[in-house]
């Protein structure tokens, strides 16, 4: 089984301040994936990440994908309010079915005014 | 459509009744993936489509879940004998083909068995 480790689980932080969610496994992912869901609606795909290595930024969100492909990091600078929601990591592996995409269980994140 | 469709958004049904919840993916996208979401949790999955291929079921919890795609468009995912640990949130997702496009997600079918 391939299993997809979040933390942390919850996270309640103030308006402003900067947080890290990671994304870790045992095994090398061909891809990784990073989500964000709202209540009451699916997830909405933030990033693509597939080279080991690779940052990518998208406004105040920084990824990282670990050298050896097996872990991943989402970084937010000066959060907002807006940033509530659940983030999900998901990856595609390299070995076994990797036509689907497996995820973490993911990080509920909370920015308070 | 411009995404992905899903109906009924809610559905409560009696224990041991069957459901059918529907997908209707974004229109050319060869890929269509079922899954399932327990409260506050990440996702499970169930079941694939690829095109013309036979679908890859190994996610599938027991055999009273089926689906079928028909025309390599629209999707139902059929519960049959609905128990209480069936209920969660069904998320219908569909891709252009290759998982590095990414998923768009339909907003879901909450599931409630009473």
């Known amino acids: 089984t391939q299993l997809l480790e979040q933390s942390p689980q919850f996270l309640s932080i103030q308006e402003g301040e900067n947080l890290t969610v990671y994304c870790n496994s045992s095994?090398?992912?061909?891809?990784l994936q990073w989500y964000r869901q709202e209540p009451g609606e699916g997830p909405v795909l933030l990033v693509t990440?597939?080279?080991?290595?690779e940052v990518k930024k998208l406004k105040r969100l920084t990824f990282q994908f670990g050298d050896a492909r097996k872990d991943s990091s989402l970084h937010i600078t000066a959060a907002q309010p807006g940033d509530t929601g659940l983030y999900l990591c998901?990856?595609?592996?390299?070995?076994?079915?990797?036509?689907?995409?497996?995820f973490g269980s993911g990080t509920q994140l909370t920015v308070l005014p | 459509g411009a995404g992905v469709s899903q109906s009924p958004s809610n559905k409560v049904t009696e224990k041991g009744k069957d459901v059918e919840l529907r997908c209707d993916p974004i229109s050319g996208h060869t890929a269509l993936y079922w899954y399932r979401q327990s409260l506050g949790q990440g996702l499970e999955f169930l079941i694939y489509?690829?095109?013309?291929?036979?679908?890859?079921k190994s996610g599938l919890p027991s055999d009273r879940f089926s689906a079928e795609r028909t025309g390599g468009s629209v999707s139902t995912l059929t519960i049959q004998r609905t128990q209480q640990e069936d209920s969660a949130v069904y998320l219908c997702?569909?891709?252009?083909?290759?998982?590095?496009?990414?998923?768009?997600f339909g907003s879901g079918t909450r599931l409630t068995v009473v």
């Open positions: 998901a990856g595609g592996f390299s070995s076994g079915s990797a036509r689907q995409l497996t």
């Open positions: 990440v597939v080279t080991g290595g």
């Open positions: 095994s090398v992912f061909s891809s």
């Open positions: 997702a569909s891709s252009p083909g290759h998982i590095n496009y990414g998923y768009t």
């Open positions: 489509f690829q095109g013309n291929s036979a679908p890859d």
